[in-house]
Structures are given as structure tokens and as C-alpha cells.
């Protein structure tokens, strides 16, 4: 069913879930608020929610390597103990975050560090290309805002879908961990390197490889 976004928005005030989640929460009870709230405590999910205004300092800078050395990944997780920081099961979720990462290449890690500046260009963008498809003026702007949202999909690591189980978003995969492992955990930063990335390929001019060895 086709859920409100009202009701997705009081879902996520009372339980403090992800958006997603409570989306899906609330299209798994038919709209129904209450059971939607049971549904999101069977996940764990309101449990998660609670520990995330606990301070977090504790952790660890991950990283990886991918295909031979041409993609690196340096990713900083946080957690509120280093007993949890040293444990294996944090530690394996913070190396499938970091792997995730080298495999979907986010830019952000959640939709709240995409600056107005870069939203807003990326709307005319949406919005010219759905002018150029013929679509009416008048359903142009519900089109843009659909397919912002499949932007933030694309390139938050928080809305992304988990690489080893699509059926997860990584957001849902942080509030299980949290839930398990009963501490707040933070995908904090990362960086993301691929070799050659930003450069100009180098084209072999054979003209002047010819050339310099006539010269010799």
C-alpha cells in the first residue's frame, strides 16, 4: 500500500527509527500506527533507537583494499567502549562497512551532509530531464521529488542497499548491530580512493614515438 508521509514522519518522532524502516514498517501493518510500532520493537529497531543519543568515542579507523590494490577504503566507526571496540563482532561489522563501501562508492555517509547548493542542482537537473521526457508541468515536481530520493538511495551510505543482503539498507543493518550488541554505534567518516580516479587516461601518440626514434 501506499504509505503517508505523515505517518511514516510520526512513526520515526515516536520510535526515533530510520525513515525506511518505519516506511516499511508502516507498508507491512497496512498503515496501522500501533502494530507498525510493535513491528519496529520485534526488529530491534526502536531498542536502537533509544541508545543513539549515547556519546560514542570509542572504535576504530578500518580499512580496505579491493582488486588488486585499485580501490582503498578508510572508514572510522565508533562505538561507546573499547571493550565493544575490540570485540569480533563490531569488528566484522566494521569491515563489511568498509568493504561495502569500495564495492557502492557513497559520497556521503548520511542524506543531512548533502549541501542545499548540491541538492538544489541536482533538482533542475531531474527536473529539466523530466521536462525533456514530455512530462506534464504540473507532475513534474512529484517526479523530482521520487527521484531525489532514489539520489539519496544512490549515494548515502546510510540509505544504500547492503551489498552481501539487498533485502537491508546499511541503516538497518547499523540498528541491528546496535540491538545486539546493546551500545550506540556511529558510521562517523570515510574516504574512498580508486586509482587513476580524477586523472586524464594517457593515450600513446605513436606519431611522436615513431618520430623520437628516427631522431636517435
Excluded at 211 to 216: A, C, L, T
Aim: hydrophobic residues 40%.
Amino acid at each position: 500500500m501506499a504509505v503517508n508521509a505523515s505517518a511514516v514522519k510520526e512513526l520515526r518522532e515516536k520510535t526515533g527509527a530510520g525513515m525506511l524502516d518505519c516506511k516499511k514498517a508502516l507498508e507491512e501493518t497496512n498503515g496501522d500506527l500501533t502494530k507498525a510500532i510493535e513491528f519496529l520493537r520485534e526488529k530491534g529497531l526502536a531498542a536502537a533507537a533509544n541508545k543513539a543519543g549515547r556519546i560514542a568515542t570509542e572504535g576504530v579507523v578500518e580499512s580496505y583494499i579491493h582488486a588488486g590494490g585499485r580501490i582503498g577504503v578508510l572508514v572510522e566507526i565508533n562505538c561507546e567502549t573499547d571493550f565493544v571496540a575490540k570485540t569480533d563482532q563490531f569488528r566484522e561489522f566494521v569491515r563489511d562497512i568498509a568493504m561495502h563501501i569500495a564495492a557502492s562508492n557513497p559520497r556521503f555517509v548520511r542524506r543531512e551532509e548533502v549541501s542545499a547548493e548540491e541538492l538544489e542542482k541536482e533538482k533542475e537537473i531531474l527536473k529539466a530531464q523530466a521536462l525533456n521526457e514530455g512530462k506534464p508541468a504540473n507532475i513534474v515536481e512529484k517526479m523530482v521529488e521520487g527521484r531525489i530520493s532514489k539520489y539519496y538511495e544512490e549515494f548515502c551510505l546510510m540509505e544504500q542497499s547492503f551489498v552481501k543482503d539487498p533485502d537491508k539498507t546499511i541503516a538497518t543493518l547499523l540498528n541491528e548491530k546496535i540491538s545486539t550488541i546493546g551500545e550506540n554505534i556511529s558510521i562517523r567518516r570515510f574516504v574512498r580512493y580508486e586509482l587513476g580516479e580524477g586523472l586524464e587516461k594517457k593515450e600513446d601518440n605513436f606519431y611522436e614515438e615513431v618520430m623520437s626514434q628516427v631522431k636517435q
